[in-house]
């Protein structure tokens, strides 16, 4: 690192590179750049000089002097902070590859690699033992870096990680991730692709996100710090949601002007912002209770209601039952036991009919909706009670 | 209450029977010399359809609408009967409504009704399948563009025979029946006057008519008759018109078919019932 040995102290002051005057107890621990220009004379100087100090100081180099003492420091604090970093970046960001490439003096630090490039040995030499002397072995650059050891502690006490992977399918898909209500991003995710999304989060009210992959049911998922949420597409996005399924003559009163309403557990809904969710009108659709709009039907469903459908009216039919409409414009959670009540109104406010529906859990091997058959109310004389 | 309240009382009863009195002659005034009602009813009978009205009342509004135009179309196609909404009184009754063959099926119906009795049925594809899928379910107002052209291409076009014949079997088409004095020459058939007001009706002037009588020897008989475009007045009613004579030509009791010449002396024992339009015959034809 040093070449006090080589470059005795020029005293010209000519070259903005110039070492800075040195206390003579202290070994200087950075050199000037070798100049052409050096006459003999000045040479035979140093060399003097050089002699002189030599016999004075003793150890030479890595005496535990301050300065060595601070470098020391320096190094290993770089050193402990900088893995710390890389390892962080690696397991919680996907940012990693992009600080690498910085590192690298790739990317958009090309150009400064390249002028580096240009620069003789000795010049660069020249710069890295300033850069040695002005920063490596100072103090402030341990308070500095002990200020952003701590601030790094506190910044991952306080980090937490949502990471979504498109694990199956073949189809892209937006993943939209919100915050108390604030679009955070979207994010295309082509098949294999992973996203990390960091999170600032508390271990007392852990950050409640909502996430959302275009064609499944929306989840709400709280992010404590440290913690890197693993979500695979499809699995993590199945949770049990309702399908209503309209019959064709259902299907054919579209005309008849009727609303749908929901209860979950006896309750009226209520919408994001707290409000009571509007009624639905029925429009031959059939209708997701517990998932948003943007949420495909499994194809394995789509199939059999085809092939249980006459012939006459299956195109007629599966044009209805392709897409599904949503009673709200976000989902909520279905938990095994609830009970959501389903009614039909009429113009006047009047049930055309009533079910009310168990929720059951999830099965193993089987599609993610509960599907539940409605019809017109031919002999339901005593709708139950919600 | 009093006894001046309960004479005031009376007195208002017996007005408004009085009252009902007249309008009922009336009536029968007006309906003397036309044809015998057939009661036209029409519901939505299919459950499907049913469940798609808001109330009750909203689907028999649109129901007496709907009737309102069969009959309308049944007048004028068969105008030797009076098409008129049910009515107690009415003893052959032609029942339409819907029927939802499969879940996407709707056809509409129609059934000739003597008394309890179904005389014949037709049936008419409203909605084929997929049609009400891709529509959507009529609602009211829809239903009344809807039902005339079904009703009228389905139905009265297509089944206008067998509707007629069934008619012509099961609905009289008059009840009273006056007989003509007998001429002098016993070549002639005896004629009678059918209660028929040969102004409206006298594209029946011509037709074969079934007479239905109630014997005084027992039983019931049939005279089978022929129009001989010729009117005469009728002379029970008042005011009186114009009835179409009819020459009657066989006397018919079970199996039992005569001549009516030799019947000519039972004529007067015969308490007539009803008559009956047996074919439809114009000027000169066979």
Same mark, same amino acid.
């Given at each position: #690192?040093?070449?006090?040995?080589?470059?005795?102290?020029?005293?010209?002051?000519?070259?903005?590179?110039?070492?800075?005057?040195?206390?003579?107890?202290?070994?200087?621990?950075?050199?000037?750049?070798?100049?052409?220009?050096?006459?003999?004379?000045?040479?035979?100087?140093?060399?003097?000089?050089?002699?002189?100090?030599?016999?004075?100081?003793?150890?030479?180099?890595?005496?535990?002097?301050?300065? @060595?003492?601070?470098?020391?420091?320096?190094?290993?604090?770089?050193?402990? @902070?900088?893995?710390?970093?890389?390892?962080?970046?690696?397991?919680?960001?996907?940012?990693?590859?992009?600080?690498?490439?910085?590192?690298?003096?790739?990317?958009?630090?090309?150009?400064?690699?390249?002028?580096?490039?240009?620069?003789?040995?000795?010049?660069?030499?020249?710069?890295?033992?300033?850069?040695?002397?002005?920063?490596?072995?100072?103090?402030?650059?341990?308070?500095?870096?002990?200020?952003?050891?701590?601030?790094?502690?506190?910044?991952?006490?306080?980090?937490?990680?949502?990471?979504?992977?498109?694990?199956?399918?073949?189809?892209?898909?937006?993943?939209?991730?919100?915050?108390?209500? #604030?679009?955070?991003?979207?994010?295309?995710? #082509?098949?294999?692709?992973?996203?990390?999304?960091?999170?600032?989060?508390?271990?007392?009210?852990?950050?409640?996100?909502?996430?959302?992959?275009? +064609?499944?049911?929306?989840?709400?998922?709280?992010?404590?710090?440290?913690?890197?949420?693993?979500?695979?597409? *499809?699995?993590?996005?199945?949770?049990?949601?309702?399908?209503?399924?309209?019959?064709?003559?259902?299907?054919?009163?579209?005309?008849?002007?009727?609303?749908?309403?929901?209860?979950?557990?006896?309750?009226?809904?209520?919408?994001?912002?707290?409000?009571?969710?509007?009624?639905?009108?029925?429009?031959?659709?059939?209708?997701?209770?517990?998932?948003?709009?943007?949420?495909?039907?499994?194809?394995?469903?789509?199939?059999?209601?085809?092939? +249980?459908?006459?012939?006459?009216?299956?195109?007629?039919?599966?044009?209805?039952?392709?897409?599904?409409?949503?009673?709200?414009?976000?989902?909520?959670?279905?938990?095994? +036991?609830?009970?959501?009540?389903?009614?039909?109104?009429?113009?006047?406010?009047?049930?055309?009919?009533?079910?009310?529906?168990?929720?059951?859990? #999830?099965? *193993?091997?089987?599609?993610?909706?509960?599907?539940?058959?409605?019809?017109?109310?031919?002999?339901?004389?005593?709708?139950?009670?919600? | 209450?009093?006894?001046?309240?309960?004479?005031?009382?009376?007195?208002?009863?017996?007005?408004?029977?009085?009252?009902?009195?007249?309008?009922?002659?009336?009536?029968?005034?007006?309906?003397?010399?036309?044809?015998?009602?057939?009661?036209?009813?029409?519901?939505?009978?299919?459950?499907?359809?049913?469940?798609?009205?808001?109330?009750?009342?909203?689907?028999?509004?649109?129901?007496?609408?709907?009737?309102?135009?069969?009959?309308?179309?049944?007048?004028?196609?068969?105008?030797?009967?009076?098409?008129?909404?049910?009515? &107690?009184?009415?003893?052959?009754?032609?029942?339409?409504?819907?029927?939802?063959? $499969?879940?996407?099926?709707?056809?509409?119906?129609?059934?000739?009704?003597?008394?309890?009795?179904?005389?014949?049925?037709?049936?008419?594809?409203?909605?084929?399948?997929?049609?009400?899928?891709?529509?959507?379910?009529?609602?009211?107002?829809?239903?009344?563009?809807?039902?005339?052209?079904?009703? $009228?291409?389905?139905?009265?076009?297509?089944?206008?025979?067998?509707?007629?014949?069934?008619?012509?079997?099961?609905?009289?088409?008059?009840?009273?029946?006056?007989?003509? &004095?007998?001429?002098?020459?016993?070549?002639?058939?005896?004629?009678?006057?059918?209660?028929?007001?040969?102004?409206?009706? $006298?594209?029946?002037?011509?037709?074969?008519?079934?007479?239905?009588?109630?014997?005084?020897?027992?039983?019931?008989?049939?005279?089978?008759?022929?129009?001989?475009?010729?009117?005469?007045?009728?002379?029970?009613?008042?005011? &009186?018109?114009?009835?179409?004579?009819?020459?009657?030509?066989?006397?018919?009791?079970?199996?039992?078919?005569?001549?009516?010449?030799?019947?000519?002396?039972?004529?007067?024992?015969?308490?007539?019932?009803?008559?009956?339009?047996?074919?439809?015959?114009?000027?000169?034809?066979?």
């Amino acid at each position: #690192m040093t070449n006090r040995n080589k470059n005795p102290e020029p005293k010209t002051g000519s070259s903005a590179l110039d070492v800075l005057p040195q206390d003579h107890t202290v070994p200087p621990a950075t050199a000037s750049l070798p100049l052409p220009q050096q006459n003999s004379a000045n040479s035979q100087q140093s060399a003097a000089r050089l002699s002189v100090q030599e016999s004075t100081q003793s150890p030479p180099v890595l005496s535990k002097s301050p300065e @060595t003492v601070v470098f020391i420091v320096n190094l290993t604090l770089l050193v402990a @902070t900088g893995t710390w970093l890389c390892v962080w970046l690696l397991y919680y960001t996907d940012k990693f590859d992009d600080f690498a490439k910085i590192l690298a003096l790739g990317g958009g630090l090309t150009w400064l690699a390249f002028l580096l490039k240009l620069l003789p040995d000795e010049r660069l030499k020249a710069l890295q033992s300033q850069l040695d002397g002005l920063v490596f072995s100072r103090w402030w650059l341990t308070a500095a870096l002990i200020i952003a050891f701590a601030g790094g502690l506190y910044t991952r006490a306080h980090l937490g990680t949502l990471q979504v992977e498109l694990f199956q399918g073949n189809e892209e898909r937006v993943l939209t991730v919100k915050s108390a209500g #604030m679009p955070l991003d979207q994010w295309r995710l #082509m098949p294999g692709d992973k996203v990390r999304i960091p999170v600032w989060t508390s271990s007392i009210v852990p950050t409640l996100l909502y996430a959302k992959v275009s +064609g499944f049911p929306d989840l709400r998922i709280h992010i404590a710090p440290r913690e890197r949420r693993a979500l695979r597409i *499809p699995a993590a996005f199945t949770r049990r949601v309702i399908l209503l399924k309209p019959t064709p003559a259902l299907i054919a009163g579209r005309t008849s002007d009727l609303r749908i309403r929901v209860k979950l557990n006896g309750n009226v809904l209520s919408g994001e912002n707290g409000k009571p969710v509007g009624d639905l009108p029925f429009d031959g659709r059939p209708v997701w209770i517990g998932a948003d709009e943007d949420v495909f039907i499994p194809q394995t469903i789509l199939e059999r209601w085809r092939d +249980g459908l006459p012939e006459s009216v299956r195109t007629e039919v599966m044009s209805f039952l392709q897409h599904a409409g949503a009673i709200a414009t976000s989902g909520f959670d279905l938990n095994s +036991g609830d009970r959501v009540c389903v009614e039909f109104l009429r113009r006047n406010d009047a049930v055309y009919f009533r079910r009310l529906i168990n929720v059951r859990a #999830m099965e *193993p091997n089987h599609d993610f909706p509960q599907e539940e058959e409605i019809d017109d109310p031919t002999g339901q004389e005593n709708p139950p009670n919600c | 209450m009093t006894q001046r309240g309960k004479k005031t009382l009376r007195i208002a009863e017996v007005s408004l029977c009085i009252c009902l009195a007249m309008i009922a002659e009336r009536v029968a005034e007006a309906q003397q010399g036309q044809a015998l009602p057939v009661a036209v009813s029409f519901d939505f009978t299919a459950p499907q359809v049913v469940s798609f009205f808001d109330d009750a009342a909203q689907r028999k509004q649109i129901e007496q609408q709907i009737n309102s135009q069969f009959i309308t179309r049944l007048q004028l196609r068969f105008h030797y009967w009076t098409f008129t909404p049910v009515s &107690p009184d009415v003893k052959v009754t032609l029942k339409l409504g819907l029927r939802d063959a $499969d879940a996407d099926t709707i056809s509409l119906w129609a059934a000739l009704f003597s008394g309890a009795r179904e005389i014949a049925r037709w049936e008419k594809v409203v909605f084929p399948p997929g049609d009400l899928i891709r529509l959507g379910m009529p609602t009211g107002k829809q239903w009344l563009a809807t039902f005339p052209v079904v009703f $009228d291409d389905g139905l009265l076009h297509k089944h206008s025979q067998e509707i007629l014949d069934a008619l012509k079997g099961s609905a009289p088409v008059g009840k009273d029946i006056t007989l003509m &004095p007998s001429a002098a020459d016993p070549d002639v058939l005896p004629r009678a006057v059918l209660a028929l007001d040969s102004s409206q009706y $006298d594209d029946l002037q011509d037709c074969e008519f079934r007479l239905r009588y109630d014997w005084s020897a027992g039983g019931k008989v049939t005279i089978h008759s022929s129009g001989i475009s010729m009117h005469a007045p009728f002379a029970p009613a008042t005011p &009186p018109f114009d009835g179409i004579v009819v020459q009657l030509e066989q006397w018919q009791q079970g199996n039992d078919t005569q001549k009516i010449g030799l019947m000519r002396n039972h004529l007067l024992e015969l308490t007539p019932v009803g008559f009956y339009l047996e074919a439809i015959k114009g000027p000169g034809s066979d």
